[in-house]
């Protein structure tokens, strides 16, 4: 059994197991030489001439690897096979997705995409994902226990945590109490937890932007079929200093690209518009202090 089946398989035992499935060999950096790449579309479950281009420009960057944070199918008259089908025929992996609050059942939706369950980890290039399934609000206590557990024993050089409902409130349009007892216990995970968390990735609101949470920094990749405006700063928080970094206050529509090396502990994300092809914003969230390219306007 190899690292990432054994992680996957952790899923369902993570609250009694030892550390071991979830410790990083730093004494075998084979293959983390390359730097590893990912495109972010969250808030993208329909089928319209916005997600249409958005296939397309993914296809013509040849980005076909996926972290999909949430929203993955809109239309209840739908399906996953009307929406997503076609991505799959152009060669598209699904390569790690949250659930969002427009869904056709947990259920339904976990066994489309090939996930492991509602939450899971994922080792990716000595990066440690963790997918949460922000919507449930029958089982987040036990998530929170499971991901709190999670970091504590990670030891790997990235830690990242997706989910669909950002821990702030960002746009008049949510709040982050509306998931108020996963929130709860993930804000808490998240003060506790600062030093290792690498960034979060969320959804939901259907803009882009990178926010930071005190020194966490948080990516939004929502814009994806429809356009709605962040006004900064971003409203006070009663527990992190918020601050937005740059966001789409003047809309359009955008996708993210997760670039990092785990071995020089690098990780840069790009927002590329791609209503207007030439338009790009790039951050450096590794090494700390963040900084920002001037196409960041």
Known sequence: MNRI????????????????????????????????????????????GTTEALRKNLAANKMFRLLMPGDNLYLPTSNYPATWDIWKKEGFQFSMVAIGNHNKGYAEE??????PGEYYAVESKGA???VLNSDNKNNYAKQIAWVDQ???????????????HPSITLSSAHNWEERRGFQDGMRAVIKKHAKKITSLIVGHDHSAGLFTLDEVPMILSGASWESRNIDLPVQKDPL??????????????????????ALTKEVYVHFNRFDRQQSRCTFRIMPKPLAKSQGCK
Do not use: C
């Open 240 to 261: 992190f200093v918020a601050t937005g970094l740059w966001a789409t206050t003047k809309g359009g529509f955008w996708w993210g690209k997760l670039d990092y090396n």
């Open 128 to 130: 440690l994902f963790l």
């Open 150 to 164: 999670v970091l504590t024993q990670s030891n790997y050089p990235l830690n990242f945590i997706m989910y669909h």
């Open 110 to 115: 976990v066994a489309y995409f090939g996930m």
């Open 5 to 48: 089946q054994i992680l996957l398989l952790s899923l369902f035992t993570a609250l009694t197991v030892s550390a071991a499935p979830f410790r990083f060999d730093t004494r075998n950096p084979r293959g983390l030489r390359n730097w590893e790449t990912y495109a972010i579309v969250g808030d993208a479950g329909i089928r319209n």
